[in-house]
């Protein structure tokens, strides 16, 4: 079994900005990093503006897990999932092996919220969350024109002109009646609107999807409202929810520390 004083579980950018910070406090500290990805450092705002340039998901990779081990003097175990923690004993059971920590800071940020969609839609309805999803979705795109965002929130939208610039065909269909609701007031999401219209976005508003057929590779939506579109992939951005690994435990060890009882468990 490996020792190591911090454990910090993701390769975030929590995760790789909190070691760069306690590398700089303490040039000494053991600390292992784990990731269930390839661990490589990029910015995930890239994940949703590189598809225009039809980039490879390799090209967004700003430093390898390799290079960042060596960068901050830590050890990075790649493609390394959490599977249980057993705070009581300061372990954690990862694919990997069992890992003994001093301070473990979970650091996994949140997963794409699934939406349940009819049976027709399946196999074609795409999250982006990391290079991975990115790396598929890109290759999933070729041969395609038609492309449907759901959700019209900054992931969104962002991808609703990353994709038209790239010359698809783009629909966005979103509960909400403009764009960046949660964010931006009613004349400013008009403006934006008719900016993303003239590169040839179109909207359905207040509506989701009821039903859908899927007829020599062409899906035909059915929304709510009664309208009707024909797609052929979705990107599926409504929103993110706490990473399912390791949750019930996470908010417990959360629940702990708030409490005193456990100096040692961290969580952000
Ligand atoms: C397409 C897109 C565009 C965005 N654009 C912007 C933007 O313009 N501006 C902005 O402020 N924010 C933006 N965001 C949001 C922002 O990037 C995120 O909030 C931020 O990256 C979250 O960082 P994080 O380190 O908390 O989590 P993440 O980057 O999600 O990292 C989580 C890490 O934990 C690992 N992990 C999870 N579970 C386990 C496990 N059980 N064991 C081991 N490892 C595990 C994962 O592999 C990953 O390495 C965007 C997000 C997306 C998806």
């Known amino acids: ?35 269930s990805d390839s661990a490589d450092y ?27 081990a060596a960068e901050l003097h830590i050890e990075v175990w790649p493609y390394c999932s959490a599977e249980q923690i057993k705070p009581e004993l300061h372990q954690v059971l990862t694919n990997k092996g069992l890992i003994q920590y001093q301070q473990l800071v979970l650091a996994t940020g949140a997963s794409p919220v699934k939406l349940l969609l009819p049976a027709a839609t399946e196999g074609l309805v795409w999250s982006v969350n990391d290079l991975a999803d990115y790396q598929h979705f890109l290759q999933q795109s070729q041969n ?49 609107q008719q900016q993303l219209t003239a590169l040839g976005v179109e909207f359905y508003w207040g509506a989701s999807i009821k039903d859908a057929q899927l007829a020599q590779q062409q899906l035909h939506l059915q929304l709510t409202d009664g309208r009707n579109l024909t797609t052929e992939l979705i990107l599926s951005a409504v929103g993110k929810a706490k990473a399912a690994a390791c ?13 005193g009882s456990d100096s040692g468990n961290f969580s952000r």
């Open 1 to 35: 079994m490996t020792h190591y004083h911090t454990l910090i579980v993701g390769a975030g950018y929590a995760g790789y900005s909190l070691a760069k910070e306690l590398r700089k406090l303490d040039p000494d500290r053991s600390i292992c990093l784990i990731s």
């Open 42 to 68: 990029y910015s995930k705002p890239l994940l949703s503006n590189g598809f225009s340039k039809q980039k490879n998901a390799s090209d967004l990779v700003q430093k390898t897990a390799a290079q960042m």
């Open 144 to 192: 395609k024109q038609k492309i449907t965002v759901l959700g019209a929130g900054l992931v969104g939208i962002e991808y609703a002109n990353d994709l038209a610039a790239a010359g698809f065909q783009v629909s966005v269909i979103a509960l909400e009646h403009q764009p960046l609701a949660q964010l931006l007031p009613p004349a400013l999401g008009e403006l934006l």
């Open 247 to 259: 949750d019930a435990r996470r908010d417990r060890l959360r629940q702990r520390y708030k409490s």
